[in-house]
């Protein structure tokens, strides 16, 4: 199937309340055409460069996401049009994302990542330094961020019945976090894991986001 079908046959299986980020990472920009002309609007980037060469060559009215490692010095080069980084795993990379904001006159979406994965190779939080982050003076002065959720990754495994107890951790972890910090923040909505390997899990588990790559435009091209 092309990509096209590929994108109407996951669109038939994930309920509409269920956000599908295009993850185009390595592709070109005719596949994202190809993509947004069957009205696929959510893309996601996992490196800084690859966005910023590809956003000015696609329509305005994509939304892109930023779904990899941030380092706080590429910042600046999203900040006039990234609609949400999802990746946010430290107080220092929040401040250089409402600094570069705040010159842009934004607010930018953030999700806070966490670590759920076996693997030690992977980034994010955990509960200890995710309260850290929010009972903190400092992001009480943020002002042109906006935490919308949280974000993470499951195993690379077989192993479903893994897979289901780290998203359902994940959405403990939200579930905690919107108690405790956000309860009247109506912003604080998404839940983003499942990825094409795990993404029907993820929607079991309660997922508001799925990030599906080879799922809808075949492997990778290096």
């Given at each position: 199937?092309?990509?096209?079908?590929?994108?109407?046959?996951?669109?038939?299986?994930?309920?509409?309340?269920?956000?599908?980020?295009?993850?185009?990472?390595?592709?070109?920009?005719?596949d994202l055409m190809e993509a947004y002309e069957t009205g696929q609007r959510l893309f996601g980037e996992n490196k800084a460069?690859?966005?910023?060469?590809?956003q000015p060559l696609l329509p305005e009215d994509i939304e892109w996401h930023f779904i990899g490692h941030l380092q706080t010095n590429k910042v600046k080069y999203l900040a006039p049009f990234i609609n949400m980084i999802e990746a946010v795993d430290s107080l220092k990379l929040l401040e250089e994302i409402n600094r570069q904001a705040a010159k842009m006159g934004r607010v930018i979406n953030c999700l806070l990542e966490f670590h759920i994965a076996g693997e030690e190779t992977k980034f994010g939080l955990d509960i200890a330094g995710a309260n850290e982050i929010l009972?903190?003076?400092?992001?009480?002065?943020?002002?042109?961020?906006?935490?919308?959720?949280?974000?993470?990754m499951a195993s690379f495994t077989d192993d479903s019945d893994q897979i289901h107890h780290e998203f359902g951790h994940l959405r403990d972890i939200f579930n905690d976090l919107k108690k405790r910090?956000?309860?009247f923040d109506s912003r604080f909505k998404e839940i983003s894991m499942g990825m094409t390997g795990d993404y029907q899990?993820?929607?079991?588990?309660?997922?508001?986001?799925?990030?599906?790559?080879?799922?809808?435009?075949?492997e990778r091209c290096y």
């Amino acid at each position: 199937m092309g990509i096209r079908e590929n994108i109407n046959k996951i669109r038939n299986e994930i309920p509409a309340h269920v956000k599908l980020v295009a993850v185009s990472k390595t592709r070109p920009v005719s596949d994202l055409m190809e993509a947004y002309e069957t009205g696929q609007r959510l893309f996601g980037e996992n490196k800084a460069q690859e966005i910023i060469n590809k956003q000015p060559l696609l329509p305005e009215d994509i939304e892109w996401h930023f779904i990899g490692h941030l380092q706080t010095n590429k910042v600046k080069y999203l900040a006039p049009f990234i609609n949400m980084i999802e990746a946010v795993d430290s107080l220092k990379l929040l401040e250089e994302i409402n600094r570069q904001a705040a010159k842009m006159g934004r607010v930018i979406n953030c999700l806070l990542e966490f670590h759920i994965a076996g693997e030690e190779t992977k980034f994010g939080l955990d509960i200890a330094g995710a309260n850290e982050i929010l009972g903190s003076p400092e992001f009480g002065g943020l002002k042109n961020i906006c935490i919308c959720g949280v974000m993470g990754m499951a195993s690379f495994t077989d192993d479903s019945d893994q897979i289901h107890h780290e998203f359902g951790h994940l959405r403990d972890i939200f579930n905690d976090l919107k108690k405790r910090y956000f309860g009247f923040d109506s912003r604080f909505k998404e839940i983003s894991m499942g990825m094409t390997g795990d993404y029907q899990v993820a929607i079991e588990e309660g997922t508001t986001i799925v990030r599906i790559g080879s799922a809808i435009f075949g492997e990778r091209c290096y």
